[in-house]
């Protein structure tokens, strides 16, 4: 299912459309999976990344809109495009509110789908990065006590160790000590190490 390039879905109850844009994407190097509704997409779609979703606005049944709030719910962070013929700019802020990351009007050049699929694809690498690396953040946070806990905390915030000790009315050395075990156990040699881990 995968490609170099990456894949794409598309849902778009408009079959000439649908399949021209399919074909195309095929010939540009990108993985592409079709369905003719969201339900399709839902009962049948494999996760995968990183992707994209070009979706329709105006489906009957389900829109657009319906489908991008299911993803939500299912934790299915994909970047979506929406394509629309016409669409009222309500349903356009919703979209965008919602997440979406792009709002083409058809009809579509090839340069402008592809230019926006690309950005969409760097944008599913990042978030899986990043999803990947908060996953590693929160397994060694756990090794941590519930002191060491609260000095992270602090030493995320950039207090030093004075400042530290001050607030958790302990000792300096206390908390040296401490924080000598907190960079141990986050697997970092220093503090600018730490921080890039615990970014966001």
């Not at 844009?21 to 969201?38: E, H, I, P, Q, T």
């Not at 489908?67 to 700019?89: A, F, N, R």
């Not at 986050?186 to 970014?199: T, W």
């Amino acid at each position: 299912m995968m490609t170099p390039k990456g894949h794409v879905f598309i849902v778009d109850d408009d079959d000439e459309v649908r399949l021209s844009l399919a074909d195309l994407l095929r010939y540009l190097g990108y993985g592409v999976s079709d369905f003719a509704s969201a339900t399709f997409f839902l009962q049948q779609a494999q996760r995968c990344s990183p992707a994209v979703l070009v979706l329709d606005m105006r489906m009957p049944q389900m829109t657009g809109l319906d489908l991008q709030k299911v993803l939500l719910e299912q934790d299915w962070p994909v970047p979506i495009i929406y394509m629309s013929g016409e669409s009222q700019s309500q349903e356009i802020i919703d979209a965008m509110k919602f997440g979406a990351i792009d709002f083409l009007w058809k009809p579509i050049t090839h340069t402008q789908l592809a230019q926006v699929i690309d950005n969409g694809l760097k944008l599913d690498v990042q978030r899986h990065a990043d999803q990947k690396r908060l996953r590693r953040v929160e397994e060694l946070q756990r090794t941590l006590s519930p002191t060491e806990q609260g000095i992270l905390t602090e030493m995320l915030l950039g207090h030093g160790n004075k400042d530290i000790a001050a607030i958790k009315n302990v000792m300096p050395d206390t908390v040296k000590k401490h924080r000598a075990q907190i960079l141990d156990k986050m697997q970092v040699n220093s503090l600018a190490e730490l921080l890039a881990l615990c970014k966001r």
